[in-house]
């Protein structure tokens, strides 16, 4: 994966107004926005929204009652055990991006489920890069409280104008004893922008984390590795990624779990589809107690255009009593596949169109249908690219 | 009309059928006998247009346009409609993508689920298809798509070969829905081509005329109830010698 010179970059310090109504934004911001399932102009389908653009959050409303939704500072200022929550899931000095966001001091969203509350709609968090060439440094912290229930979708876009910049994103989730989180998160940046998102969870006792990632346009380097400890019982975490490399998107990307807790269970699933682009699809899995499960399944397809899928499952395992399996298959489409589609009298770009759109669709157990119908509807809005 | 002459067809650098002859009238269905391996696939899939099938010599005529070199996809379209003996999983493409697909216009909400109940299988419509279905499963949805499809020209191949007795008696309905058994002889236009190794399914469908294949080549033709019997005392080896 190719370096970053972050020093190349000019520095976004400035401080940008806060945005009291969202509605005023610019056509062509909202519709980039709404790509990646921010709803704006009505939000009465959110429990709460989160908008920073660049460096600065210009926007937090939670309209649930027990899910609060504010920038880390308000959160560092409101909450004096923040601080023991930061830096915790992330290692400040895992590389240069992590400490570039401790440099800068990077601010960003602080959500949380007070113990036992149900969000009925997503909250949803939007991190814009504006035009131009500069470094978007993010900080942001997830708490679901004992017993409660948290759903985000987090929606990452850079502007029309965007020639280029890096997004850095450091997120560190805490799921306690008993708390599910769906985190859905959609990325669309340009072709010119760099990315290295920083994730940490960990997982409680009876916990549930499951992440949805799913990244459909181009690219210039996108390298990430989110990694889930479940350290309590029967704790649970669950990635699913769906990528689509156009050709000139490099792309490495990954979930790491360690089941470090009896009854810990993960699954990992990864959809790669390249039409030129490279994707190296990782997935890793550590079982360190007994009575594990975790699965890895990672499929890739190459369509026309010269591109590489580099699948790299493993699996580690350090006690007895684990079950931890995987199976990785690249390939491209099968002809048998085409033609059972063209008998039935679909023309070949249809029956090529049904495949792929099948290979993309990834049951997600446990979604709520809102953000299952904001997946379906960025992938389909990619499909075109694919054809 | 389905009018088959001097056809001649390879597979890879084997030549495979030889200078067979056929015609198939409109409203009439037509079964095909012959050991295994004679070539009885190869035919139905080289009707069809599946590109690995290669015609050497010969051509095939579709209510009388040549049809030798159009491709599969247009087939369909003209009107032909093949049921597959090991169709292959497809991951991700579920059974109502397939009864979409074969519904082509006609495709709603309620015209899928009347295909499902048809054919006894509401509960596969989000399925992936054919992962996981038993023999008679995928007999069954095979049939089933034949039904959405409504071909002209119905191909089957070896449509009783493993299904159990419960099941055979639905299949035989799906048959003669597809063939318009019930429809009045002058007013059937459904054509049907039938590969069967046992005979089953003569009781379920009006089979006008029987063929035996033997290594390639169509080596009797005539009443299929008497060729069947032929086949059943005497096995094939009278067929190699005979010359009704
Ligand atoms: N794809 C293929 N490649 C090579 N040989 C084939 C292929 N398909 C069929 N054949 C050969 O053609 C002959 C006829 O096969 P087939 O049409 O399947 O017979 P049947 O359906 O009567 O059992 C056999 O000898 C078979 O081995
Ligand atoms: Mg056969």
């Not at chain 1, 596949?337 to 008998?343: C, I, K, P, R």
């Amino acid at each position: 994966m190719q370096d970053i010179n972050l020093d190349s970059y000019a520095s976004a310090d400035k401080e940008l107004p806060y945005l009291d109504d969202l509605s005023t934004l610019s056509p062509e911001d909202k519709a980039r926005m709404l790509e990646v399932g921010i709803v704006l102009d009505s939000e009465n389908q959110r429990s709460g929204t989160f908008l920073q653009m660049d460096n600065t959050p210009v926007h937090t409303c939670a309209t649930q009652k027990g899910v609060e939704v504010m920038t880390i500072r308000q959160g560092l200022e409101k909450y004096a055990w923040l601080s023991d929550y930061l830096w915790k899931a992330v290692c400040k000095d895992s590389d240069k991006y992590t400490a570039h966001v401790e440099a800068k001091q990077g601010n960003g969203y602080f959500i949380r489920a007070l113990p036992g509350v149900k969000t009925e709609y997503p909250v949803q968090s939007c991190l814009y890069m504006t035009k131009g060439e500069s470094v978007q440094d993010v900080h942001n912290i997830v708490i679901a409280e004992e017993g409660s229930e948290l759903h985000i979708i987090t929606g990452c876009a850079s502007s029309v104008e965007k020639e280029g910049g890096a997004h850095l994103g450091v997120s560190e989730f805490y799921i306690k004893k008993g708390a599910r989180v769906t985190f859905t998160m959609i990325h669309r940046w340009d072709p010119g922008v760099v990315v290295r998102p920083r994730t940490g969870v960990i997982v409680e006792e009876d916990g549930l984390f499951l992440s949805n990632y799913v990244l459909l346009k181009p690219v210039r380097s996108l390298q990430m590795y989110p990694a889930a400890w479940c350290v309590g019982k029967n704790a649970t975490a669950r990635f699913n990624s769906i990528l689509i490399a156009t050709p000139g998107s490099e792309m490495d990307v990954g979930s790491k779990v360690f089941l470090n807790a009896e009854g810990a269970r993960t699954e990992i699933i990864s959809r790669a589809i390249t039409t030129g682009g490279n994707i190296t699809a990782r997935g890793y899995i550590e079982g360190n107690a007994p009575e594990v499960k975790g699965h890895l399944e990672c499929r890739g397809l190459i369509l026309d255009g010269g591109g590489i899928i580099y699948a790299v499952p493993e699996l580690r395992g350090t006690v007895a009593g684990i079950d931890l399996s995987h199976e990785a298959a690249v390939g491209k489409i099968a002809e048998e596949e085409v033609e059972y589609l063209m008998a039935r009298g679909l023309n070949r770009t249809e029956a090529t169109a049904t495949i792929v759109r099948g290979f993309l669709r990834v049951d997600i157990e446990g979604l709520p249908p809102v953000l299952g119908a904001e997946i379906e509807r960025a992938v389909q809005a990619s499909e075109q690219d694919v054809m | 009309m389905l009018e088959i002459k001097h056809l001649t067809v390879a597979v890879g650098k084997v030549e495979i059928l030889h200078d067979v002859n056929m015609t198939i009238n409109t409203g009439e269905t037509h079964v095909l006998f012959g050991p295994n391996g004679s070539g009885k696939t190869t035919l139905l899939m080289t009707i069809m247009g599946f590109p690995r099938y290669k015609v050497l010599k010969g051509k095939i005529l579709f209510n009388g346009k040549n049809v030798t070199s159009l491709p599969l996809d247009e087939r369909a379209r003209l009107g032909m409609g093949m049921s597959f003996q090991r169709p292959p999983v497809v991951r991700g493409v579920t059974m109502r993508d397939m009864v979409t697909a074969c519904l082509s216009e006609r495709a709603n909400e309620e015209n899928i689920r009347q295909m499902m109940e048809k054919a006894d299988l509401e509960h596969f419509l989000e399925r992936e298809i054919n992962y996981g279905f038993s023999g008679g499963e995928i007999k069954r949805s095979e049939l089933m798509q034949l039904l959405a499809q409504k071909p002209l020209l119905t191909l089957l191949d070896e449509p009783e070969s493993g299904v159990d007795l419960v099941n055979i008696a639905l299949i035989g309905k799906l048959l003669n829905e597809i063939l318009g058994k019930d429809c009045p002889i002058r007013d059937r236009r459904a054509m049907g081509l039938i590969i069967t190794h046992t005979g089953h399914i003569l009781d379920y469908v009006n089979a006008r005329t029987g063929y035996v294949m033997l290594k390639g080549r169509i080596v009797c033709e005539g009443d299929p109830h008497e060729i069947l019997r032929t086949i059943k005392e005497r096995g094939y080896s009278e067929c190699a010698i005979c010359r009704i």
